[in-house]
Nanobody
Framework: QVQLVESGGGLVQPGGSLRLSCAAS????????MGWYRQAPGKQRELVAM???????NYADSVKGRFTISRDNAGNTVDLQMNSLRPEDTAVYYC???????????WGRGTQVTVSS
């Protein structure tokens, strides 16, 4: 089992910035994807940004140029720097690890991000 713990959410004004962090409870010794998803009220959960198993990044079109995903060398933590935030970025943000070889997904509990004046 792997626990994912998110931190860094909160309330910010439009145009502001927030940084989210996610830490895995232990090192994972298989290839995996790791990243961030979000779910707004009444909407489906969607990918925000991720590292795939080859280390490539993938961003939702709506956040390109505003959000940056990063991770530590061990691959146990992943951060999401969010700049130029908009009201439509308001959602619960979830950290995810996907292990395709085992068809496993691990999710954090989520952290609320609210962009409002």
């Amino acid at each position: 089992q792997v626990q994912l713990v998110e931190s860094g959410g909160g309330l910010v004004q439009p145009g502001g910035s927030l940084r989210l962090s996610c830490a895995a409870s232990r090192r994972i010794f298989v290839i995996y994807d790791m990243g961030w998803y979000r779910q707004a009220p009444g909407k489906q959960r969607e990918l925000v940004a991720m590292f795939d198993s080859g280390g490539r990044t993938n961003y939702a079109d709506s956040v390109k140029g505003r959000f940056t995903i990063s991770r530590d060398n061990a691959g146990n933590t992943v951060d999401l720097q969010m700049n130029s935030l908009r009201p439509e970025d308001t959602a619960v943000y979830y950290c995810n690890i996907h292990i395709s070889i085992a068809a496993l997904d691990y999710w954090g509990r989520g952290t609320q991000v609210t962009v409002s004046s």
